[in-house]
């Protein structure tokens, strides 16, 4: 129920407070309209404002920092490097969100933390790098920075009113709204950003690479970029799988997966793998700690001893292998099991005109050639504007030269000085801008020589302003304009490529094969759910199998280390593992705790365990109600890695026992009544669903029912021939003393 408005009484406030008339009430409203009105500018600014980056390639954080640095005079090859400390303080006039914030933006932007293809920052200092977690950098006070000979390309030109500039937080001074980057920035280098309901990830491309395209796309629309960009090229190196039907995925839309693999060789004197190039997500702590763990759990035997000797150098993992060790088998192993192959998620999200836009290659590169053509076309009216003025000065320069005592007799003769300027414009018919300017010049200057020498001049200025003119009309030249700054730009910057490419071809052999190691093994199930996998050896020389009190073992198995396990539980699940995922154990442990080790949920319990190697055969599910259901094992066999399967059975009825069945053998039941039953398995017709509630196979009496159901043999026949009824069907009731059948140990 709404609450009602409450007015509050009017009171008289204290001396030393200020009352607020309605303050304390409590307003009624729509939960929806609270979180739109409260939650909606937060959600704006973040995705505007702070995570995702726009067509100059950053975000604006990284444009305030690079910013003030440019103001600071750190483009100045002459100029020594600063200390971080000031510039992140002079970042903080622009920045206002903490100087720890800032420093980080510094140092991913740096030559020494190496997460950029083309750093802007050079770096004297500690910056930690990209690809550990544990190499911190120092304190802003221990480094030093100033910016790289690249940014000359970001802020070219950005004093001729190339892009707009907007007021600073606190409206002390103006900041450039984007840095007018000759070259395409934004996916030269890798930006990653999180915003709300949205999040941006770009890679970077080799610089030439990506000039070459973009002159190629303003040539042609229509231009095949997949022949001029390779592919992303990143700061780390390593290997692109080489997949051409997702390149084109990712340059049309902007989304898609890069596979990178890490890069190796082999010392066979040390006989010791070292890793020197990494995937671009990952890091080296992530590596060891994953190959340490597989280890442990007795996935990888191969390896000996792991260790990261990254040092001034460069990055190094190195892999001692035990003796006989395949290197290029394990690296096929390490690869698909560890993040030495990893993906790069792409999803090219970028800011245009203020709106979060998700775009390929090809259309980003059209907006950042839309936007270059516009800092171009203002570039060149600023100096328009600058050229046509000075040419208004030298013309009145020009009527001077005509009779210079003129000019000297006017001013000479002008009684007031306010009066010159006026003198000026009437005695040579020039304006006020101009005879200001003839007013100016000093007496030394009012010489031919320095008037002749300016007014020559004149000529060079009209061919400029007519060229430039030529060019606000014509499109085509300010695309000329734009491709000489892409050369000049490859010609100054361009880098080898870092990243290489491998083809599928080269590995599927060996991406195909199992490397588990295979033998025999005795696998052994409680009725309490505890599981232990022992060798055969190990068997041999052990004693008594432990277990909990009151537990007991209800089910053994030989089989090998490869086998796929079915576990089976109360709740018409099933749980799917492999016997090599348990270590190998001995009978003086309980072992592994299966609900526990394969998350079941909670209150479900274990009631049956299937090893397999080629799903072949039949499960026979007994259920309370005299049901029985046979199931082909193949039902239960998943081209995907699935661990759980729902409805793995029929949960009309609760399960009393589910028996595997290779050839059809003779079941017996047992029920609450009494009963007893012998059938054969070949009586009852296979479900092709899992879920089938199966045919009656036992009649129960009134409020009993089906209490155990088990194969059993020949010589166990003979056992129960004795009970047999003589006026039931060979495969009927065992009904002459029901109270002995009960009683039987089988």
């Not at 094969?513 to 696998?523: K, S």
């Amino acid at each position: 129920m709404p609450r009602k408005k409450v007015t509050p009484k009017k009171k008289t406030a204290p001396a030393h407070e200020a009352y607020i008339e309605g303050s304390g009430s409590i307003v009624s409203e729509k939960i929806a309209d609270t979180l739109k009105k409260n939650y909606m500018p937060y959600a704006m600014s973040v995705i505007i404002s702070r995570a995702l980056p726009e067509i100059d390639g950053f975000k604006p954080s990284h444009r305030k920092l690079l910013y003030m640095m440019y103001k600071r005079g750190l483009l100045n090859p002459e100029k020594e490097r600063s200390k971080s400390a000031n510039v992140v303080g002079e970042t903080m006039k622009l920045n206002p969100h903490g100087d720890q914030a800032i420093y980080e933006t510094l140092v991913r932007m740096t030559r020494g933390n190496e997460a950029l293809l083309h750093p802007y920052i050079d770096s004297k200092g500690n910056f930690g790098k990209q690809y550990s977690s544990k190499m911190h950098f120092a304190a802003p006070r221990y480094t030093e920075v100033k910016l790289e000979k690249i940014c000359n390309e970001l802020f070219r030109d950005i004093d001729k009113e190339t892009v707009d500039f907007v007021p600073n937080y606190d409206n002390t001074m103006q900041e450039p709204t984007l840095l007018p980057a000759t070259f395409p920035t934004v996916l030269v280098n890798s930006n990653t950003g999180i915003a709300v309901s949205m999040a941006s990830n770009v890679c970077p491309f080799n610089l030439e690479e990506i000039c070459e395209t973009t002159i190629a796309l303003m040539k042609d629309p229509q231009h095949d970029i997949l022949s001029t960009l390779k592919g992303p090229d990143f700061p780390g190196g390593g290997l692109m799988l080489y997949d051409e039907t997702e390149l084109n995925k990712v340059y049309e839309t902007g989304r898609g997966s890069i596979r990178i693999r890490s890069k190796y060789s082999f010392d066979k004197s040390a006989n010791c793998l070292e890793i020197t190039e990494i995937p671009y997500t990952t890091t080296i702590e992530a590596i060891i700690e994953k190959i340490i763990d597989l280890v442990k759990q007795g996935k990888i035997r191969e390896i000996s001893y792991i260790r990261d000797e990254t040092d001034i150098d460069g990055l190094k993992i190195a892999i001692d292998l035990k003796r006989g060790t395949d290197p290029d088998k394990l690296m096929q192993k390490l690869y698909r099991l560890t993040p030495l192959q990893d993906s790069y998620p792409c999803n090219f999200n970028i800011l245009i005109a203020g709106t979060p836009k998700v775009m390929g290659v090809r259309e980003i590169l059209t907006e950042w050639t839309a936007f270059r053509e516009e800092c171009v076309q203002r570039r060149t009216y600023h100096d328009l504007q600058k050229k046509k003025e000075k040419l208004h000065l030298l013309e009145a320069l020009a009527k001077i030269l005509l009779d210079i005592d003129k000019a000297i007799r006017i001013i000479r003769e002008t009684e007031n000085e306010d009066d010159v300027v006026p003198n000026l414009m009437i005695g040579f018919g020039i304006d006020e801008i101009q005879a200001e300017y003839v007013a100016e010049i000093k007496l030394r200057n009012i010489n031919k020589q320095y008037i002749l020498r300016r007014t020559e001049e004149i000529d060079q200025l009209n061919a400029d302003i007519a060229e430039m003119e030529e060019i606000l009309r014509d499109k085509k030249k300010i695309r000329k304009i734009i491709i000489s700054e892409l050369r000049d730009v490859i010609k100054n910057y361009a880098q080898p490529r870092k990243t290489m490419f491998y083809y599928r071809s080269d590995v599927d052999e060996e991406e195909i094969v199992d490397d588990t190691p295979d033998y025999p093994v005795n696998i052994f199930i409680s009725a309490e759910g505890y599981f232990k996998k022992i060798t055969p050896q190990s068997l041999r020389m052990s004693g008594e199998q432990k277990l909990k009190e009151g537990d007991y073992i209800v089910r053994t198995f030989e089989t090998t280390n490869k086998t796929d396990l079915i576990f089976f539980s109360d709740k018409a699940q099933v749980y799917k593992s492999k016997a090599s995922a348990f270590d190998d154990t001995k009978s003086s442990v309980l072992g592994d705790y299966i609900p526990a080790k394969l998350s079941f949920d909670d209150g479900e319990s274990l009631k049956a365990l299937l090893p397999t190697v080629d799903y072949s055969g039949y499960m026979v599910f007994f259920f309370e109600n005299g049901k029985a259901a046979k199931i082909p094992v193949n039902s239960y066999e998943t081209k995907t890695n699935r661990k759980k399967l729902s409805n793995a059975y029929s949960d009309k009825s609760p399960l009393v026992a589910a028996v595997f069945v290779g050839d059809d053998c003779d079941i017996l039941l047992r029920s609450s009544g009494g009963q007893a039953l012998v059938f054969n398995t070949g009586m009852i017709l296979p479900k092709t669903s899992r879920t089938s509630q199966g045919v009656q196979v036992m009649t129960l009496k009134k409020n009993a029912v089906l209490t155990d159901a088990r194969a059993v043999s020949g010589e166990e026949l003979e056992r129960l021939e004795k009970y047999r009824s003589k006026t039931v069907p060979a495969a009927g009731k065992l009904a002459k003393d029901p109270g002995d059948v009960n009683q039987l140990k089988l």
